[in-house]
C-alpha cells in the first residue's frame, strides 16, 4: 500500500495523547525550557507541540547549594534540586503567561511525601494546564522524588493518589531509568491509572573535581542526560513498549509513551519513534542550540515528506 | 548536527532582542600568556556593555557553549571578546582559525547601564576595576560612553608581550583620540614594564572620591574591592560568573544566593550591586 502523500496535503503531524491533541510530538522536557516564555526572544516557542514546566512542588523550593551544572563528554550533569515557586504561584504567575504561548501546558508535579503530590495534584486539577507528569524519578532531592519510582508499589501508592485527586487531567508519569525493574515500575503505575508513561529521567551520576579532591556537587550525585544517555534509553523504550504490548488485555489499547534522552535532532527523535513512542520531548540539546526543538521539528516533517508517510504513528516499525 | 542557519549575507536591521547565530571567525591574537582576543562576524542586535554571549566552536567536543561577556562591538558588523585559557573549553575557542564558525547566542544578561544611568551621573568619575579578563565587560562600558569619566584599573597576573600589546588591550583609552579622559591604571604580578606597576591591582585602588565602582574578576579581589567601598560608602557594582548552561533564565543552573533569595546570574544578572551578594 503506498503511504505516498498526494501533493499539496501536508502530512499529519499531531498526535493524541490521553485525550490531547498535540499539534507535532515535539515536547520541551522539564526544567529546560523555564516556562517557555524564557525561550520565546530566540526560538518561536509556538510551534511546539508542548512544553513541560520546569519540576513544581506544594510549597516554593530553593534548589540545590554549591555548583549545579557540571558538562561531561556529550552531555551534562545537573543537580538543581527542582527550584520552583510553588505550585500556587505557577498557577497565578506563569500559567497564563504559558497558556498564551500556543503548546500544550503540561505541569511536572514533583513532592516529598504522597500527600503533598496529591495536594500538589488537587491544585493542578482545578488549573488551565494541559496535561499533569507526575515526576517519581528526580534523582537530585534528598526527600521522595525519585525514591517513588524505583519500586513499582512506591510508584502505584502515589499514582493512585495523584489520580484520584487529579479526575479531571491527564496522567502521564515520568519514569526513573535507575529502576531496578522499569516495566515493572510502568505497569504499576499504569494500573494505579496512569494515562501515559514518559521516560527516562536522568541516570544518577557523579563527578569529581581532581583540583579540589572533592565530589563536584555538594550533593554527591546528580542527574545525567544529553547525547551520551540516547542509546540507553533507546534501549528501555524499546523493551518498555514490548512489556506494555504484552501486557494489554487483547483490544484495548497500551498507553502512550513519551520517549527522552538526548535527542538533538531530527533523526534522533524519529529512532524513538520507530520505537514505539507516541511523541517525543527534548531537554539538554536546547542548552547547546536554542534552535534544537524546531530543527527536530522540521527533521521529522521532512522525514514524513521524504518517505511519504502520513501520521506520526507510521513512523513506528514496531 | 548544523542546526543553527547561517547568517543571511544582506544586511538588514535586526529587531530581535537576542539571536542565535552561526558566525564567522575574522581575527584572533595572543594578549599575553592568558588571554586571547576574538572577533566575530555578527548581525544580530548590538549588545549593551556588561552583556555576555553564549559561544561554542561548529567543530567542538563539548556540548555546552561558553559564556563570554563582549569587551567592543560594532553594530551589525562584528563582536570583540577575551578569553582566558581555563580549561578545555576556552582552549577550543583560542585554538580557532580565521574562517572557523561558532555558534553565537545573546546578547544575554543585565548591563552596567541598569543600575547607573549615564544621564544621572555627577561630575564624579567612575571606577572600572577588572582582574584578568574581567576587565573586558568594564572597557565596554567605558567605550559606550565616552563623554563619561572614568578610571580604569586593570589588574594582570602577567604583564603584556609587546607595548603595542597593551595599547590594543585599552583601545581608545590608551591611544591619543583624546577620547578618554581618564586614568588607566595596570598591574601585573609578573613581567612588569611599560608601564605597568607591580603588584595586585587592589593596592593601587581606593575608592572615595568616585560616584560609583564598577568591579569583575577573581572572587578574592572583588571581596577586597566590596569592602573597600563598603567603607567608604561608595556605590559598587559587580560583574558575577558561574557554570552556566542555557544562558537564558530557564535551567537554573547558575542560581547565585543574595539579600533577596536566589537569583539567575545569566537572566538577573551577571552583574549585581555587592552588598546583596557577597
Known amino acids: 500500500v503506498s503511504k505516498r502523500p498526494i501533493n499539496g496535503i501536508l502530512n499529519d503531524t499531531t498526535v493524541n495523547i490521553a485525550g490531547v491533541i498535540l499539534k507535532n510530538p515535539v515536547i520541551a522536557a522539564s526544567g529546560t525550557v523555564g516556562y517557555g516564555s524564557e525561550y520565546a526572544p530566540i526560538i518561536d516557542v509556538s510551534r511546539l507541540g508542548g512544553i513541560c514546566t520546569k519540576g513544581l512542588t506544594l510549597k516554593a523550593k530553593p534548589g540545590n547549594s554549591g555548583i549545579r551544572i557540571w558538562e561531561t563528554p556529550s552531555g551534562l550533569l545537573n543537580s538543581i534540586g527542582l527550584e520552583n515557586p510553588g505550585i500556587e504561584a505557577f498557577i497565578e504567575n506563569e500559567l497564563p503567561r504559558m497558556k498564551k504561548l500556543g503548546p500544550a501546558v503540561i505541569a511536572n508535579l514533583s513532592g516529598s511525601s504522597p500527600e503533598e503530590y496529591a495536594k500538589g495534584a488537587a491544585l493542578l486539577d482545578k488549573s488551565a494546564v494541559d496535561i499533569?507528569?507526575?515526576?517519581?524519578?528526580?534523582?537530585?532531592?534528598?526527600?521522595?522524588?525519585?525514591?517513588?519510582?524505583l519500586d513499582p508499589a512506591a510508584a502505584s501508592l502515589v499514582t493512585g493518589q495523584v489520580r484520584r485527586?487529579?479526575?479531571?487531567?491527564p496522567l502521564m508519569?515520568?519514569?526513573s531509568p535507575n529502576a531496578p525493574d522499569l516495566a515493572a515500575v510502568a505497569l504499576a503505575c499504569v494500573k494505579a491509572g496512569a494515562d501515559a508513561l514518559s521516560l527516562i529521567n536522568t541516570f544518577k551520576a557523579m563527578a569529581i573535581d581532581v583540583k579540589t579532591r572533592r565530589p563536584v556537587f555538594d550533593n554527591i550525585s546528580a542527574g545525567l542526560s544529553g547525547p551520551a544517555i540516547r542509546p540507553i534509553a533507546l534501549r528501555m523504550v524499546w523493551e518498555l513498549y514490548d512489556a506494555l504490548q504484552a501486557s494489554c488485555d487483547s483490544g484495548k489499547p497500551a498507553v502512550p509513551i513519551i520517549a527522552m534522552g538526548g535527542i538533538a535532532c531530527g533523526d534522533d527523535a524519529l529512532e524513538y519513534l520507530m520505537a514505539g513512542a507516541s511523541a517525543v520531548q527534548v531537554g539538554s540539546a536546547t542548552f547547546a542550540h536554542p534552535s534544537a526543538l524546531i530543527n527536530v521539528i522540521t527533521g521529522i516533517e521532512m522525514y514524513m515528506w521524504n518517505h511519504g508517510i502520513r501520521t506520526i504513528k507510521d513512523i513506528s516499525i514496531k | 548536527m548544523k542546526i543553527l542557519q547561517f547568517p543571511e549575507t544582506e544586511k538588514k536591521p535586526c529587531t530581535k532582542s537576542m539571536e542565535s547565530l552561526y558566525c564567522q571567525l575574522i581575527d584572533i591574537a595572543d594578549i599575553t600568556d592568558e588571554i586571547t582576543r576574538l572577533e566575530f562576524e555578527w548581525n544580530g542586535p548590538d549588545p549593551r556593555a556588561g552583556q555576555f554571549f553564549m559561544l561554542r566552536p561548529e567543530?567542538?567536543?563539548?556540548?555546552?557553549?561558553?559564556p563570554i561577556s563582549v569587551e567592543s562591538w560594532k553594530s551589525q558588523e562584528s563582536l570583540r571578546f577575551y578569553v582566558l585559557l581555563r580549561g578545555r573549553g576556552s582552549r577550543e575557542l583560542i585554538m580557532m582559525h580565521p574562517?572557523?564558525?561558532?555558534?553565537?547566542?545573546?546578547?544575554?544578561?543585565?548591563?552596567?547601564e541598569d543600575f547607573i544611568k549615564p544621564e544621572f551621573i555627577t561630575n564624579k568619575p567612575i571606577a572600572l576595576v577588572g582582574g584578568g579578563v574581567g576587565i573586558a565587560p568594564l572597557l565596554a562600558f567605558n567605550a559606550q560612553f565616552p563623554q563619561n569619566k572614568f578610571d580604569i584599573y586593570a589588574g594582570f597576573k602577567m604583564g603584556f608581550f609587546e607595548d603595542e600589546d597593551r595599547k590594543n588591550f585599552f583601545g581608545i583609552t590608551d591611544s591619543s583620540s583624546g577620547i578618554f579622559n581618564g586614568k588607566l591604571i595596570v598591574s601585573?604580578?609578573?613581567e612588569v614594564g611599560n608601564g605597568v606597576l607591580e603588584g595586585r591591582i587592589t593596592d593601587f585602588f581606593q575608592p572615595e572620591g568616585y560616584f560609583a565602582v564598577c568591579a569583575c574578576g577573581p572572587e578574592p579581589m572583588l571581596r577586597v574591592v566590596a569592602a573597600k567601598c563598603k567603607k567608604a560608602n561608595v556605590p559598587c557594582f559587580i560583574s558575577t560568573e558561574r557554570r552556566m548552561a542555557c544562558g537564558v533564565g530557564a535551567c537554573l543552573g547558575c542560581t547565585i544566593a543574595t539579600t533577596s533569595g536566589n537569583k539567575r546570574c545569566c537572566a538577573d544578572g551577571p552583574i549585581f550591586p555587592a552588598e546583596d551578594i557577597l
Request: charge should be positive; hydrophobic fraction near 35%.
Open chain 1, 165 to 169: 485527586r487529579s479526575p479531571h487531567k
Open chain 1, 173 to 175: 508519569v515520568k519514569l
Open chain 2, 188 to 190: 601585573a604580578e609578573e
Open chain 2, 59 to 66: 567543530r567542538s567536543s563539548f556540548f555546552l557553549g561558553r
Open chain 1, 132 to 149: 499533569i507528569e507526575l515526576n517519581i524519578s528526580c534523582p537530585n532531592v534528598k526527600a521522595g522524588g525519585m525514591a517513588f519510582g
Open chain 2, 99 to 112: 574562517g572557523d564558525y561558532v555558534d553565537i547566542t545573546g546578547p544575554l544578561g543585565n548591563s552596567w
